[in-house]
């Protein structure tokens, strides 16, 4: 009889744990993590209908391509690369704004005027957009400990429309929900 209990009790335990443990790797999959170089993580929700195309190391920059299946709708790309200059810099938000408007350089595709935003993490980010409309895209930038971290976003494949207000928003809360997590 005691060996019918504990088998019983066993049963349950195996049960629940395997709920348990399928229910964290459904929550872990609404997440996209991208290790940096050992030095911290970046985890952030993929926004609704995106995914994680393509991630690759070139020449000491970390390439995440996000895509849709709908060949319309833009597509967006993470760089993180380790800038020199920027080695003693914890975060944007250390910078002043003279030295933040020279992370923007003279890039003449982008418009004189940038903003900055703060995401629910309280990390800075530089806005910019494209001043040429046959080249429409959209930058976001910040620092976190030397690291040059930049979202860049542009039209889909199949769009001949400029980026609108609304997926502008869309790769700002994708900003705003992105999580550094140093390396453990």
Do not use: H
């Not at 009889?1 to 459904?26: F, N």
């Not at 080249?135 to 976003?153: H, K, M, P, S, W």
Request: charged fraction near 25%; proline fraction near 4%; aromatic fraction near 10%.
């Amino acid at each position: 009889m005691m060996k019918k209990i504990m088998a019983v009790v066993l049963c349950i335990l195996l049960a629940v744990s395997c709920g348990l443990a399928a229910a964290e790797s459904a929550q872990k999959e609404d997440y996209t993590v991208v290790t940096v170089n050992g030095a911290f993580k970046i985890r952030g929700i993929t926004p609704e209908g995106y995914q994680l195309a393509d991630s690759q190391n070139l020449d000491g920059a970390i390439w995440a391509s996000f895509s849709s299946a709908d060949p319309t709708k833009p597509y967006f790309d993470l760089v993180i690369s380790f800038a020199e200059e920027y080695a003693n810099v914890e975060k944007l938000n250390d910078l002043s704004d003279a030295e933040m408007k020279q992370l923007v350089g003279d890039d003449p595709t982008v418009n004189e005027k940038y903003d900055v935003m703060e995401t629910d993490f309280g990390t800075k980010v530089l806005i910019l957009r494209s001043n040429n409309q046959d080249d429409d895209f959209a930058c976001f930038i910040t620092i976190y400990r030397g690291y040059e971290i930049a979202l860049n976003l542009f039209p889909g494949f199949e769009s001949s429309a400029p980026l609108s207000d609304d997926q502008i928003s869309q790769a700002v809360k994708f900003l705003s929900d992105l999580d550094f997590v140093p390396a453990e």
